[in-house]
DNA sequence: CAAATAGTGTCTCTAAGACAATATCAC
DNA sequence: GTGATATTGTCTTAGAGACACTATTTG
């Protein structure tokens, strides 16, 4: 009979053939566009961050940061790393998105990809702004329904580059949306229908104001807050009623932020739980 | 310069060491229990599927059926058909419970696995009853808060099985809640918080009312639709209040159910999106 | 004071919970 | 009729949405 350390010793893992393990992220921000005239509040725009990819495949495409697996580190620690790596941002908080394992989505062989999506705060954007040596670019984020029932998702940087991906939803069974790729557009692999979904569980989380306070720094004002919500969600909301819903998830602190040309607001910081 | 035609073909993907990549699958099912006295409705408990392991490593321990991923096929199918294989159960709708990833997870080495939740109708359950060949049982299951805050995972087999985990609560980002496992009882590998989590998945959706249509035939009646609801929530409902908001998802058939020595429900089914 | 945003009070409407009442069958 | 469940009606309460009003700052 054969004992547990015999069976592990002449076990060899390499005896099946297995597939390679990547790691997709979508990181989202919040843009505070601070325009128009004198002393209006900003702005704000949902952002995207991707990479332009130098080599084959997909060359001159454009894709999520990400990578594969390493021995020694789990999916999440992957996609933390792999981020930091291409973009020098260091993403917090990451939400699971789904598993893209279909045999021919990549070119190069049998590649699975674990998809996450993150945010990232305007802070922390900041922090790295500097960093010449990543290619990673923030691209405006829109994603509407057609009167057909399909989807366009349309990514934009300023005047210069518009990547425009056609996609259909499949299924959305216990809260998740899957989409079809119509058309890719310019972005590689399957990333149209990840990001896809990545901002379908964005929206349903800021709708249980999951993710909204991500996006902001430690104190923020209410104000921020509901506009980072409106912003993800694409709708808009009586500040009456908002207020409302969030007071039981932030707390006052003593400070405020003047100087705007109108009453200064309050900043809040998040309620730790219970 | 080079092709993306010569690069493919210059590319090895086994240059790259690699995990092997798995499913777990969660199997739940509802089983309606004729006992006591004369005409009274049965009783439910929640059940989930496991299989005691016949070789190394965690013999004779019990596990979730799952397995290795195989060239060609989606980590979709082959949750369904490890689990077919397993157990003679051909899973319907699959529902993502998370990554498990942790370097030490399986002693075999590099095993990342993709864990399902799945929900079996007492249907199906009765169709497969026959093949002896499966060595999967059904468990009993609860999982409840402790004072000290942790948790406990019982699973018992009639009056002949009982294992109990302890578990701890790690995370609760986005709806999604982990677990770390202080005690895993008989349970092999890291299956103890990869059924927690199940669980934790299947309660959030049984709340929407998305997975409970998947424990009944096409047509039932609305008080066994209203137990699949109360027993995998383990909460109680007032009948006027369920009925009142299922009412929008359900269609009435003309057909009743009789012979129970009372009045007799009035079948419905699914009504079909929109 | 004017422009702009911050913050509050409250009315209405709808959905959820509680509870009581009525309906129908097998025996 | 009795025991059991099926089904409906409605009172109360909590929360969401709409809207109007007050407060505070800079120029």
């Known amino acids: 009979m054969e004992s547990e350390k015999e069976f592990l010793k002449n076990y060899n893992i390499k005896d099946y053939e297995r597939p390679s393990v990547t790691t997709d992220v979508a990181a989202f ?3 505070f566009r601070n325009e128009q ?3 209006r509040n900003p702005e704000n725009a ?3 961050l991707l990479i332009k990819r130098k080599g084959y495949p997909f060359k001159d495409h454009w894709a999520l940061p ?3 697996l390493q021995k020694g580190e789990t999916i999440e620690q992957c996609a933390v790393r792999e981020m930091f790596e291409e973009t020098g941002v260091q993403p917090a908080s990451l939400m699971s998105v789904g598993v893209y394992s279909e045999p021919d989505r990549d070119p190069r062989g049998w590649i699975i990809s674990n998809a996450y999506a993150c945010v990232i705060s305007d802070e922390d954007i900041r922090a790295t702004a500097g960093d010449d040596a990543s290619q990673a670019v923030w691209f405006d984020i829109s994603f509407e329904q057609t009167q057909n029932g399909g989807y ?3 990514l934009k940087n300023g005047e210069d580059i518009t990547i425009t991906s056609l996609l259909e ?10 989409f079809q790729i119509k058309d890719p557009g310019e972005l590689a692999f399957d990333h149209a229908k990840i990001i896809a979904s990545a901002l379908t569980c964005l929206r349903s989380s800021a709708e249980k104001f999951e993710a909204i306070f991500d996006f902001l720094p430690e104190t923020f004002t209410l104000t921020a807050l509901q506009k980072v919500q409106e912003t993800i969600m694409n709708i808009s909301i009586l500040p009456a009623n908002f207020r409302r819903k969030v007071s039981s998830m932030v707390e006052e602190t003593d400070q ?3 100087g705007a040309g109108h009453r200064p607001a309050k900043l809040f910081k998040r309620k730790s739980n219970r």
Chains 1, 2 share one sequence.
């Open 256 to 258: 405020y932020l003047t």
């Open 66 to 68: 990400g990578g594969f």
């Open 29 to 31: 921000t919040i843009e």
């Open 37 to 39: 005239s004198y002393r």
């Open 152 to 154: 366009v998702l349309t």
């Open 46 to 48: 949902l952002k995207i």
């Open 169 to 178: 939803e499949v299924d959305s069974r216990f809260g998740k949306t899957t």
